[in-house]
Every structure is written in C-alpha cells, then in structure tokens.
C-alpha cells in the first residue's frame, strides 16, 4: 500500500462550490505539505503543518484552508472554487533528518 | 531571484547515452541538501537522489549520480545509459534553514526526452 495516499485522484466541480481534498500517510511522520503544480511555474507550497497543532501558510495560501485532523491526515479545501485553482495538487510528508519528501500521487482538479 | 535555477526547461538524449541535468542554487546557509524528483508524464513525484552539504562524496544511485560543485553550487544530475522510462519532468529542490525554518525550495523542472 501507498505510504501517502490522495483522495478523489480526479475531479471535477463548479465555480464557486466548495471541495475538499484529503490526505493520509502511513510513514508516521509529524511534517505534511499541500503544494499546487501548475505547467511552468514547479511546486508552490499551499500549507504546511509540522504536527496537529501548528499549521502554517505557503507562498500562496489564498482561498485554500486545512485542517489537520490527526498526524496521519491533513485536508485541504477549496472554500469556494474558482477556475484559476484548476491544477494538480500533491500532499506530502518530510522525513525529519534530511527534509526529503514522500508524496502522494496527486489531485487532478478543474474547476469550470 | 531564484534560489534554484534549472537552466535546460528541454532536454533530449539518445537512448544509452549518459545525460546532464543542470541545477544551480543560492543559498547562505552553511548546512542544506539537494535532492533530485523525476516526474514522469503520470504526474506522481519519484525521489531519485539527495546530497548533503557536508557530504563529501557525490552522491550515487544506480544510473544516478549528483555532481555536487559546492564552490559553483551547482548539483546537476547525471542519468547514465538513459532508458526509455527515464523520458520524464526532472526537478532540483534544495533544503535550507533550520528546526521549524526548514523549507524545500524547488527549481522549475527540465523536461527529457529520450529518444529510441
């Protein structure tokens, strides 16, 4: 089994609705990431968490939220879609020696 | 400015050649690493190498090698005997600061094509 894992893999919804995306992971680690790809721009950071109760903004925290229910999941919602948040959304954790990342497979959300 | 900067957003190699993926980063930390994601047309994300700033070895993983300048700070990724399945997004991330200040810093990807 996947030590990250992402659900829906894919969707689509409307402007304006609100969606949740979820994360859990197996790898027990305390550090866990929401980053939205977008063609030529990389990985932006969303949000970031370090353990249940201290959670942080990325580089580009508007119009998203999170919530960390537990150390094994964190979830990210879109309060109210617009059609610029159409991209790929990966969650991840970092290892808490060497920072490396173990991500999810991804989101693939548009939002017409 | 950039503090990773992937020079190449195109690369093509023929099938069996070695390949060179440069990445140059900026950064006034003494103690940071660099690692190497391949992200293939799937879209999930696969860790491929990490080299740390003390190391004083490059770092090494089957067909990867990181060519780790640390006066040039460049970490250019070498693919040897490319292969088909190496046709992928590639991206250079670098980590620095420290305890809770520890961030990943990503480079923009260079795209490869291996050609058969």
């Known amino acids: 089994d996947a030590d990250v894992t992402q659900t829906p893999r894919n969707r689509i919804t409307k402007t304006g609705k609100r969606i949740m995306l979820e994360c859990s992971q197996t790898?027990?680690?305390?550090?866990m990431y929401w980053y939205r790809q977008d063609p030529g721009l990389g990985l932006r950071l969303i949000y970031y968490?370090?353990?249940?109760?201290?959670?942080n903004k990325g580089e580009i925290s508007d119009g998203y939220s999170v919530s960390r229910q537990a150390q094994a999941k964190f979830s990210l919602s879109l309060e109210s879609a617009i059609p610029n948040q159409t991209a790929l959304y990966f969650c991840a954790t970092s290892d808490p020696i060497f920072y490396e990342q173990y991500f999810g497979p991804g989101t693939r959300l548009t939002v017409t | 400015a950039q503090k990773i900067t992937q020079t190449q957003p195109g690369m093509f190699v023929q099938e069996k050649e070695a390949v060179t993926l440069d990445c140059t980063y900026d950064?006034?930390?003494?103690?940071?690493?660099l690692f190497w994601y391949k992200q293939p047309s799937s879209g999930e994300m696969i860790f491929l190498i990490y080299q740390g700033s003390y190391d004083e070895q490059n770092a090494t993983e089957g067909r990867y090698s990181l060519n780790f300048q640390k006066a040039r700070k460049s970490a250019n990724l070498v693919i040897s005997a490319s292969q088909l399945g190496d046709s992928a997004m590639y991206f250079c991330?670098?980590?620095?600061?420290?305890?809770?200040?520890?961030?990943?810093?990503w480079g923009l990807g260079t795209s490869l094509a291996v050609n058969p």
């Open positions: 950064t006034s930390d003494q103690s940071y690493g």
């Open positions: 790898k027990g680690h305390d550090r």
């Open positions: 968490s370090f353990d249940v109760k201290d959670i």
């Open positions: 991330a670098m980590r620095e600061g420290d305890g809770n200040n520890r961030k990943l810093i």
